[in-house]
């Protein structure tokens, strides 16, 4: 399979320091083309983390060379609110009440699994997700970061039911 490569100037990747799974990224698919909802979540695999154009956090309007898994500044500056938003649909987050009538949050899909791989509570690693220090770093073409993804090992996926 031969991949295009793409000049990654001008674009950065947000990540954060995980104590436990160590750098954590942002990740957006855009499903506008089959009529579904956008995708947010987070990968540990930085060919999957999302661009979104250097300068986002000042408020420029920057689109930029547009693909799927690209942010514009307007949909990263509300990626963590879209993340944590229990009425998006096909959302990995929900709030709810328990028999007490205290509040709950769950989390699915592979938030659930990153939560699960950190050894963290739903409360802590949503806490954690709401207060890291998200950093923008250049972004990168694959070829750069082939040694980087060679050394990565996948962690196994468990799912709770």
């Given at each position: 399979m031969c991949e295009t490569l793409r000049d990654p100037t001008g674009y950065v990747v947000i990540a954060a320091e995980h104590p436990v799974l160590g750098r954590v990224f942002w990740a957006y698919f855009d499903e506008s083309e089959v009529n579904a909802p956008d995708y947010y979540g987070l990968t540990l695999d930085l060919n999957r983390a999302s661009w979104a154009p250097l300068g986002w956090r000042k408020g420029e309007h920057q689109m930029g060379r547009r693909e799927e898994t690209d942010l514009?500044?307007?949909?990263?500056?509300?990626?963590?609110?879209?993340?944590?938003?229990?009425?998006?649909?096909?959302?990995?987050?929900?709030?709810?009440?328990?028999?007490?009538?205290?509040?709950?949050?769950?989390?699915y899909g592979s938030l659930e699994c990153l939560r699960v791989q950190s050894g963290q509570s739903t409360e802590a690693f949503i806490e954690w997700i709401w207060s890291a220090a998200w950093s923008d770093e250049p972004a990168q073409n694959l070829r750069n970061n082939q040694l980087f993804n060679l050394k990565k090992i996948a962690q196994p996926v468990i799912f709770l039911i």
């Open positions: 514009d500044s307007w949909q990263a500056r509300r990626f963590l609110d879209k993340l944590l938003d229990g009425f998006r649909l096909d959302t990995e987050y929900s709030v709810d009440f328990d028999d007490d009538g205290e509040i709950t949050e769950q989390l």
